[in-house]
Nanobody, 118 residues
Framework: VQLVESGGGLVQAGGSLRLSCAAS????????MGWYRQAPGKQRELVAS???????NYLDSVKGRFAISRDNARSTVYLQMNSLKPEDTAVYYC?????????????WGQGTQVTVSS
């Protein structure tokens, strides 16, 4: 199984980024997917998740700013991040749960750095 993230980078506060995660080695359409992040000195936290049917959940601090989506034909999950804040700075990880609803990660991507400058 491989999960390969892309799209991270440096952006000013108020800006936007879109992260992508391309999956292989799993039957993508059957699996729930999620995005975690980990800031320096902090625990990894689940930012957003999406069921195999497209239902979504978000961390309270990103509601209304971030949107998770999936393209089953491309085996890819996205995280659109708008109105970014310096506190969103972290390494963002894509994760796959082999179940239909996201409960915990069975597989992880390598992570992509997102840095938001003030």
């Amino acid at each position: 199984v491989q999960l390969v993230e892309s799209g991270g980078g440096l952006v000013q506060a108020g800006g936007s980024l879109r992260l992508s995660c391309a999956a292989s080695g799993i039957i993508f359409s059957l699996n729930a997917m999620g995005w975690y992040r980990q800031a320096p000195g902090k625990q990894r936290e689940l930012v957003a998740s999406i069921t195999n049917g497209g239902n979504t959940n978000y961390l309270d601090s990103v509601k209304g700013r971030f949107a998770i989506s999936r393209d089953n034909a491309r085996s890819t999950v996205y995280l659109q991040m708008n109105s970014l804040k310096p506190e969103d700075t972290a390494v963002y990880y894509c994760a796959a749960d082999l179940g239909s609803r996201f409960r915990s990660a069975d597989y992880w991507g390598q992570g992509t750095q997102v840095t938001v400058s003030s």
